[in-house]
């Protein structure tokens, strides 16, 4: 079972009574993920872990993860960071953390545990910390039962990854000998390009394996990202139609109604393309466009999602500007409120030319898509924080009612966030005397037909990190062939006389996104 909406009892609306019905609450992933759900004891070392990563998720999903049993019996965590921490104030900060961000219920959960959670100071730079922290490691291991299993967690900003590799390799705290285990999870950002990303490759495989090494994508862990899979591969009747034959185009949108706020500095080095795109969505496109893979494991799945990157040519700097669209949010009136535009957030140049809004035109060149574009969009201030798929289905070939105009579209939406769920939107004769035909829609809820709380994406990710099933993460060439892509793009608008767009705050983005779809096509407006 995964590591959400336990212990929600299933709901089928057409039936009269509620009923339990065990096959509808496997792992959209299968029963090769499932048989391997336990996790082994273990040491999670978080460097970093005076951040707000560790507050605001980790130790809340830890504690999820806890109060649904799902934590193996012999469990710690060390915080590594450079504060003067003690113990006592390290727990402090993350019972406020989970007391404001857990799950129901997780704050005794963590009074429960609170003595396996201890804290490490030191430099990640210092050779000795991690002399210090393996002698530590060691005793927790005869308290707490950890069997010399180890997860680190680099949580720390990216400058600091290259002094932690070296030392956790020197150390020898990168080795896994005699059946222990030591796996290292990385935050994203996984480098700036695809140089960076390279290089950091190279530094984790001087100290771990592939195997060894988890890359962090929090979409990958969310419920209905997963649910693709499910969409796609658990049902006989969505298949045969995803491809180019029916398929018009598709759509994903990765809106959200909030601005950078204090993350201007680190935004403003990113833009939305490195925030979002290269990541989040080129793994939800993979997932959309994927082949079916020969099996549910780690590396058949994450061979399929890499083809279809590896199917998306580089674009030339002469081609971007035709087939992208960056933009900036403009200062406006945004829910009753004056919202700042980009270049007034705390951080970012006022002549600053970084996109908080993108657009972009895939094509994915193989048999299945060659002729179906993809269309992309992400941005900050938009109208509302919305994720979704929208798989667009041709005309049927002949336009029989309302004197031949055409009809609208065919679309199969998949709400990633938030509403979570999957819609079909068809057409249906309006009651009357006139054949008069309007949209209605098939809706599938997800709230509403299996309860429960929703658990948080770092909740499954730690616990496959555990478990040490990297399917919902991103192998080495996944990361390498989206960088590529993206590369490209950035390449093109460095180039290119063309200056970011701008939009108001609180809009679907600037104009320009529209010519983006040609003549026949409009973005949705979620
Ligand atoms: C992060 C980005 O990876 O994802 C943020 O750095 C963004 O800028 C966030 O706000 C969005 O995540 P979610 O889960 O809220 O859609």
Redesign the pocket.
């Known amino acids: 079972m995964h590591a959400g909406r336990r212990g929600g009892n299933i709901k089928d609306p057409t039936m009269s009574t509620t009923q339990t019905d065990p096959t509808t609450l496997v792992n959209p992933l299968g029963d090769e993920l499932r048989s391997t759900r336990t996790a082994k004891p273990c040491v999670l070392v978080i460097f970093g872990a005076t951040g707000d990563l560790t507050k605001r998720k980790l130790v809340p999903s830890l504690m999820g993860l806890s109060k649904d049993g799902l934590l193996p019996p012999g469990f710690a965590v060390v915080g590594f960071a450079r504060r003067p921490w003690s113990d006592e104030s390290f727990r402090n900060e993350l019972a406020d953390g989970v007391r404001l961000f857990g799950r129901t219920d997780t704050v005794a959960a963590f009074d429960a545990v609170a003595d396996a959670f201890s804290y490490h100071a030191a430099d990640f730079a210092d050779a000795e910390g991690y002399r210090d922290l393996k002698r530590k490691l060691d005793l927790i291991d005869q308290k707490r039962g950890t069997s010399g299993n180890r997860i680190f967690y680099l949580a720390t900003p990216p400058s600091a990854y290259s002094s932690i590799l070296s030392n956790l390799a020197a150390s020898g705290l990168s080795n896994e000998q005699e059946g222990r285990f030591a796996r290292i999870i990385v935050e994203?950002p996984f480098g700036h390009d695809l140089p960076t990303a390279e290089a950091l490759n190279n530094q984790l495989r001087e100290g771990f394996r592939e195997r060894q090494v988890f890359r962090i994508d929090?979409?990958l862990g969310?419920e209905t990202v997963q649910n693709i899979l499910a969409l796609r591969f658990a049902n006989g009747i969505f298949e045969p139609l995803w491809n180019e034959k029916f398929v018009d185009h598709v759509q994903l949108t990765?809106a959200?109604s909030?601005g950078v706020g204090s993350?201007g500095a680190y935004f403003e080095e990113s833009g939305i393309i490195r925030?979002?795109i290269q990541?989040?969505l080129m793994q939800v496109l993979s997932l959309v466009a994927m082949e079916p893979p020969a099996a549910l494991t780690a590396d058949a799945v994450r061979d399929e999602k890499v083809k279809v990157l590896k199917a998306i040519r580089s674009f030339r700097p002469e081609d971007v500007d035709r087939a992208t669209v960056r933009a900036q949010y403009a200062s406006a009136l945004f829910g009753g409120e004056e919202a700042k535009g980009y270049r007034e957030e705390t951080g970012v140049p006022a002549a600053s030319t970084t996109e908080t809004y993108a657009a972009v035109r895939l094509q994915v060149e193989n048999w299945r898509w060659s002729g179906t574009p993809f269309y992309l969009r992400a941005g900050k201030r938009l109208a509302r924080r919305v994720?979704e798929v929208a798989i667009q289905f041709k005309q049927p070939p002949l336009h029989l009612f309302e004197g031949g105009r055409p009809v609208q579209p065919n679309v199969l939406l998949l709400r990633i966030?938030p509403d979570e769920g999957v819609a079909l939107r068809f057409g249906a004769k309006v009651p009357g005397p006139d054949m008069r035909i309007r949209d209605v829609r098939m809706d599938f809820r997800y709230g509403a037909a299996f309860g429960g709380e929703s658990a948080d994406?770092y909740e499954r990710l730690l616990l496959d990190a555990m478990v040490g099933d990297g399917t919902l993460f991103a192998r080495r060439d996944e990361v390498e062939e989206a960088w590529r892509i993206v590369d490209s793009i950035v390449s093109g608008w460095k180039q290119s006389a063309r200056k970011p767009e701008s939009y108001p705050a609180g809009t679907w983005g600037p104009e320009a996104a529209d010519k983006l779809l040609g003549t026949c096509r409009t973005w949705r407006k979620p």
């Open positions: 994203k929090h979409y969310k990765v959200e909030i993350r925030d979002m990541n989040h994720t966030q994406a």
